[in-house]
Nanobody
Framework: QRQFVESGGGLVQPGGSLRLSCTSS????????IAWYRQPPGKERDWITT???????NYTESVKGRFTGSRDDAKNIVYLQMTSLTFEDTAVYYC???????????WGQGTQVTVAS
């Protein structure tokens, strides 16, 4: 089972920016699509964006224009650049392979993003 490791979270003020990184135990180039998800406090984990090996990216409506997903398969890293952060972006952020059935997905520790003034 491939393992994903997220990093780059932290505490940021509203309007601030952060860049998250995601690596995996195997080669990311073997995975056609890698997605970012987030789980706000007390809520379910939701999908944010999917990035494919041919750099097609789509986003959930709430982050369009503010978040940018990208991948560097040579470095085996998937990025999530987040700008104009709001309180509602506070969550634990995860990455994973969306082609894996939900019940079979192994989730890493995630990385905490806290937006506070």
């Amino acid at each position: 089972q491939r393992q994903f490791v997220e990093s780059g979270g932290g505490l940021v003020q509203p309007g601030g920016s952060l860049r998250l990184s995601c690596t995996s135990s195997g080669s990311n180039s073997d995975i056609y699509a890698i997605a970012w998800y987030r789980q706000p406090p007390g809520k379910e984990r939701d999908w944010i964006t999917t990035i494919t090996t041919d750099n097609r990216v789509n986003y959930t409506e709430s982050v369009k224009g503010r978040f940018t997903g990208s991948r560097d398969d040579a470095k085996n890293i998937v990025y999530l650049q987040m700008t104009s952060l709001t309180f509602e972006d506070t969550a634990v952020y995860y990455c994973n392979d969306p082609s894996i059935p939900k019940r079979a997905r192994y989730w890493g520790q995630g990385t905490q993003v806290t937006v506070a003034s």
